[in-house]
């Protein structure tokens, strides 16, 4: 993770110069975030640029770092990408937020020189927050559907209703990425983009209803793969009913360099007790192949810790979370770790209780990951926060849940 790896120690050295590492390359590394041979081999399999040489001698030291870790986690990861990367049968590829490949090259090229936030701006500080309750909040599986973004959102929705002790409180998501494409002024306008502005329209304009009014369903067969079937007029009739008319806090292109920066913005809405939603690039390695960005890297899915993009990423998709809390670190280079909760089910953090020695305690939840402020603050493309008084939220949710 960011900043850790500056404080390499004799071991780490020793244990680089054991699998073959120049001291450059050691050193290169530690930036990065190893410092331990999980956290070499997490470093090694995600930034292939960091390494010097052939392709054969990169694919010789990856081997011989695989060798210090667990032969359970090696297996676990690879039934993972296995998963992930396997198409639904009669289904597309997943769609891209970046659609064609001059979009792509063109967002890289922006985000790239967007500036960094500026080294005098004032780290985060105060007390670790979570708001995630004692009650069991069941993991949602968006599968190979684009769907993050109203999983995020539904995330927020449901949160008063976990905090108030139900065990399973579940919105549709289906419902809602439906509204995004047919109802959503934006989400027609730009129809291969999916955004939490979008998510934001569909709510105050269509509503959202319960799961059970309209399932989601992760394996769906092209077209209906892209959308998704169309609620009844029935079920729009009762959403509609509960359409969002309170303030909501959102940004588009949030980081402003003479600000107090996102993470900070993000971290004063935890503070308020306010779930909230953000959306930003995976990033990858500009060595690594398509798809292997630090999203699914094996920090990330095995652990739950997602590592900050090296000098020269590239970008590769994007996704969206619903942040749940904040844990303070001095040596991340904005002072902490935001706490958010993910939409790939229990494949996500596969091992939350491992502690992989990056000076971050184990995740502890499946499901759940942890992202840098330093990410955040840099990265972000939008965030979103429902904004009403306490009270009306948490009602707001029992009503849509049917309670």
Same mark, same amino acid.
């Given at each position: 993770?960011?900043?850790?790896?500056?404080?390499?120690?004799?071991?780490?050295?020793?244990?680089?110069?054991?699998? $073959?590492?120049? /001291?450059?390359?050691?050193?290169? *590394?530690? =930036?990065?975030?190893?410092?331990?041979?999980?956290?070499?081999?997490?470093?090694?399999?995600?930034?292939? !640029?960091?390494?010097?040489?052939?392709?054969? /001698?990169?694919?010789?030291?990856?081997?011989? +770092?695989?060798?210090?870790?667990?032969?359970? =986690?090696?297996?676990?990861?690879?039934?993972?990408?296995?998963?992930?990367?396997?198409?639904?049968?009669?289904?597309?590829?997943?769609? &891209?937020?970046?659609?064609?490949?001059?979009?792509?090259?063109?967002?890289?090229?922006?985000?790239?020189?967007?500036?960094?936030?500026?080294?005098?701006?004032?780290?985060?500080?105060?007390?670790?927050?979570?708001?995630?309750?004692?009650?069991?909040?069941?993991?949602?599986?968006?599968?190979?559907?684009?769907?993050?973004?109203?999983?995020?959102?539904?995330?927020?929705?449901?949160?008063?209703?976990? #905090?108030?002790?139900?065990?399973?409180?579940?919105? !549709?998501?289906?419902?809602?990425?439906?509204?995004?494409? =047919?109802?959503?002024?934006?989400?027609?306008?730009?129809? =291969?983009?999916?955004?939490?502005?979008?998510?934001?329209?569909?709510?105050?304009?269509?509503?959202?209803?319960?799961? +059970?009014?309209?399932?989601?369903?992760?394996?769906?067969?092209?077209?209906?793969?892209?959308?998704? +079937?169309?609620?009844? &007029?029935?079920?729009?009739?009762?959403?509609?009913?509960?359409?969002?008319?309170?303030?909501?806090?959102?940004?588009?292109?949030?980081?402003?360099?003479?600000?107090?920066?996102?993470?900070?913005?993000? #971290?004063?809405?935890?503070?308020?007790?306010?779930?909230?939603?953000?959306? *930003?690039?995976?990033?990858?390695?500009?060595?690594?192949?398509?798809?292997? %960005? %630090?999203?699914? !890297?094996?920090?990330?899915?095995?652990?739950?810790?997602?590592?900050?993009?090296?000098? $020269? +990423?590239?970008?590769?998709? $994007?996704?969206?979370?619903?942040?749940?809390?904040?844990?303070?670190?001095?040596?991340?280079?904005?002072?902490?770790?935001?706490?958010?909760?993910?939409?790939?089910?229990?494949?996500?953090?596969?091992?939350?209780?491992?502690?992989?020695?990056?000076?971050?305690?184990?995740?502890?939840?499946?499901?759940?990951?942890?992202?840098?402020? %330093?990410?955040?603050?840099?990265?972000?493309?939008?965030?979103? !926060?429902?904004?009403?008084?306490?009270?009306?939220?948490?009602?707001? $949710?029992?009503?849509?849940?049917?309670?």
């Amino acid at each position: 993770m960011s900043g850790t790896g500056r404080y390499a120690t004799a071991d780490y050295l020793r244990l680089a110069a054991r699998i $073959g590492l120049s /001291r450059g390359e050691a050193q290169r *590394l530690a =930036e990065a975030g190893a410092c331990s041979p999980r956290t070499l081999h997490c470093r090694i399999e995600s930034n292939p !640029s960091l390494l010097e040489g052939s392709a054969e /001698r990169r694919a010789a030291i990856l081997h011989a +770092a695989a060798a210090q870790s667990e032969p359970r =986690e090696i297996r676990a990861l690879a039934a993972l990408r296995r998963r992930l990367l396997a198409a639904v049968p009669g289904a597309v590829p997943p769609i &891209p937020l970046n659609t064609t490949p001059a979009k792509a090259a063109a967002m890289t090229e922006n985000a790239n020189r967007r500036p960094a936030p500026p080294r005098d701006r004032p780290r985060l500080d105060g007390p670790a927050i979570t708001l995630l309750g004692e009650a069991r909040w069941r993991l949602r599986e968006q599968g190979r559907r684009p769907t993050c973004i109203p999983f995020a959102v539904t995330a927020m929705l449901e949160h008063p209703h976990h #905090l108030d002790g139900d065990d399973d409180p579940d919105l !549709s998501e289906q419902y809602l990425f439906w509204a995004m494409k =047919e109802r959503s002024p934006s989400g027609q306008a730009e129809p =291969e983009h999916h955004k939490l502005r979008q998510a934001m329209e569909a709510l105050s304009l269509a509503g959202i209803c319960a799961e +059970a009014d309209q399932p989601y369903i992760a394996a769906l067969p092209d077209p209906a793969w892209a959308t998704g +079937a169309t609620p009844s &007029p029935a079920v729009q009739a009762k959403a509609y009913k509960d359409r969002w008319t309170d303030p909501v806090i959102y940004d588009d292109e949030p980081e402003d360099s003479q600000g107090p920066g996102t993470a900070a913005r993000l #971290l004063a809405l935890l503070r308020q007790g306010r779930a909230t939603a953000i959306a *930003l690039p995976m990033m990858r390695d500009a060595a690594a192949a398509p798809g292997e %960005n %630090n999203w699914r !890297s094996r920090s990330a899915l095995l652990y739950g810790k997602v590592p900050d993009p090296v000098p $020269g +990423a590239v970008e590769d998709g $994007g996704h969206a979370v619903c942040i749940l809390g904040f844990l303070p670190h001095a040596r991340e280079r904005r002072g902490g770790y935001f706490l958010f909760r993910n939409s790939w089910g229990a494949r996500f953090a596969e091992f939350p209780h491992t502690d992989i020695q990056d000076g971050l305690p184990p995740v502890g939840r499946q499901g759940y990951g942890y992202l840098s402020a %330093n990410y955040v603050d840099r990265w972000c493309w939008e965030l979103l !926060s429902l904004a009403p008084a306490e009270a009306r939220m948490r009602d707001h $949710g029992r009503r849509l849940a049917g309670c």
